[in-house]
Each structure stands twice: as structure tokens, then as C-alpha cells.
């Protein structure tokens, strides 16, 4: 189904940790998020739409989340 819970998951993760302190795990989280989407594709479970619009959820999920963190911490 529409879209890869487990793309968005773990694009969510590698775009929190590029803003993270730790560059090792940002490089792993940033080169295993998009073979995450790959397996989920290869193994049958979606369609490349379904992992692409995981990814952009993902991306999303991590934006507002900084947008809220940031407004947070201006009051």
C-alpha cells in the first residue's frame, strides 16, 4: 500500500541525523535510507511511487519536527 511506512521511517531518521553532531552516522543513516526504499521494491512489497512518497513523508515528518523544535525553543 501507498506509501513505504519503512521508507519514511528511515528517510525521517537520516534527515534528523545530518543535523545531528555525529557525521558517521549521519553518512550510514544517509546511505541506508534509499536502500531501504530499493528493498522494499526488490522483495515486491511496493511500487517505486509507494517508496518514493514514503521519502516525502519522511521529509516532512523531519520538517515540521524542527520547525515545532525551533519554535519551542524561541518562547
Not at 543535523?19 to 522483495?43: E, I, K, N
Not at 515486491?44 to 518514493?52: C, F, S, V
Not at 516525502?56 to 519536527?65: A, K, N, P, S, T
Amino acid at each position: 500500500g501507498y506509501v513505504s511506512g519503512h521508507a519514511a521511517v528511515a528517510a525521517a531518521m537520516a534527515s534528523a541525523a545530518v543535523d545531528g553532531d555525529s557525521p558517521a552516522l549521519a553518512t550510514g543513516l544517509l546511505l541506508a535510507a534509499p536502500t531501504v526504499a530499493a528493498a522494499r521494491m526488490y522483495v515486491g512489497a511496493h511500487l517505486p511511487l509507494d517508496a518514493i512518497g514514503g521519502v516525502g513523508v519522511g521529509l516532512i515528518v523531519d520538517g515540521l519536527l524542527a520547525l515545532s523544535q525551533s519554535a519551542r525553543s524561541r518562547s
